[in-house]
């Protein structure tokens, strides 16, 4: 009988509620992933991530960076970097982590970073994309996790997700229907980097 590959380790960094953090944690607690977080980190103290993983014991890491709203620093993500690296972590998840990935961490873990983004890319980059496709007047939107590279939602598409836009949306309703595609869609692109689908 051969071996089981060793669990997949997986860092996460977001700046948000942490909607696509517990998403991954519920698809874990019900054996459908075979992952394990070991460590969550924000560039917001109060973000609900941190709470998440504290709840279940999983190291956590504040980003304190005073100077840039966008990005990191270089020495603040140096540090970042030898925080994610002490971890052991073999993939960085984005999830909701409102900063541009920049050359150092890049660097430390070149195609190792991937991120979910409310759109379906190309289209709609940046920030709100489902206020941006509502505006468009398109007929449908989604979600798409790629790899993170040195641009704004740039990065090498790995899986996508379709949402119709129904009459008589708003944004809210929208975005609403969008997280639930992305809480789908993220655990299934984890289960493939679990079962060592990309090299």
Request: with cysteine; net charge negative; aromatic share 6%.
């Amino acid at each position: 009988m051969p071996a089981l590959m060793p669990q997949l380790k997986i860092a996460v960094l977001g700046s948000g509620k942490g909607s696509n953090f517990r998403a991954i944690l519920s698809a874990i607690m019900a054996g459908h992933l075979r992952v394990t977080p070991v460590l969550a980190a924000s560039d917001v103290p109060e973000a609900g991530i941190l709470t998440l993983a504290d709840n279940l014991g999983i190291p956590t890491t504040t980003i304190h960076e005073p100077k840039y709203r966008t990005r990191l620093s270089d020495g603040v993500e140096f540090s970042l970097v030898k925080e994610l690296q002490a971890s052991g972590a073999d993939l960085i998840v984005l999830a909701g982590y409102m900063r541009l990935v920049k050359e150092p961490l890049l660097e430390a873990f070149p195609r190792r970073i991937i991120n979910i983004h409310p759109s379906l890319l190309p289209s709609f980059p940046g920030l709100e994309a489902w206020r941006q496709a509502l505006s468009a007047g398109v007929k449908t939107t989604g979600c798409t996790v790629h790899f993170v590279d040195s641009g704004m939602d740039t990065g090498e598409v790995i899986a996508q997700s379709q949402v119709n836009i129904l009459p008589g949306d708003t944004p809210e309703t929208l975005h609403a229907r969008i997280q639930e595609a992305e809480h789908q869609l993220y655990p299934e692109v984890l289960a493939r980097f679990a079962r060592r689908e990309f090299p």
